[in-house]
């Protein structure tokens, strides 16, 4: 609790934006570091790690009304979970599960059937 309202205090003072703006001194990763530590205070989600290039890709794709989250979904087509929430009974979800595994053990056997046909070629 003691964090939420310390985060919250800190959002109202734009913490955010001020840790990005950082001087060029502050290294990058400590920067990194700040806005991870006031993402925790403050509630909001996981941190995922990326390469330097694949976050530099997605900021140039985001839109301006995006937050990161809108953006990996929008380039990702995923839907958001709220949307898919009782979509499929738990028996359909156990079906659907159990069949893509299928496709995954097929799949592997396929290329596992390529690679022994390429090396016999040698």
């Known amino acids: 609790m ?6 919250r205090g800190l959002g109202r003072l734009g913490l955010t934006a001020l840790l990005a703006t950082l001087p060029l001194a502050v290294s990058v990763s400590l920067r990194r570091t700040l806005i991870r530590f006031y993402a925790r205070l403050s509630g909001m989600g996981k941190t995922i790690r990326v390469s330097e290039e694949f976050h530099s ?3 140039a794709r985001k839109r301006d009304d995006e937050s990161m989250e809108d ?3 929008r380039l990702t087509r995923g839907p958001h ?3 898919t929430t009782g979509v499929l009974t738990p028996e359909q979800a156990e079906e659907a599960k159990e069949a893509v ?3 995954r053990e ?3 056997e396929r290329k596992r059937r390529a690679r022994e046909a390429f090396a016999d070629d040698e």
Request: no cysteine; hydrophobic share 40%; charged share 30%.
């Open 2 to 7: 003691l964090g939420n309202l310390f985060g």
């Open 101 to 103: 595994d299928e496709l």
């Open 106 to 108: 097929s799949d592997s």
């Open 57 to 59: 890709w997605l900021e």
């Open 81 to 83: 979970p709220s949307r």
């Open 71 to 73: 953006a990996l979904r």
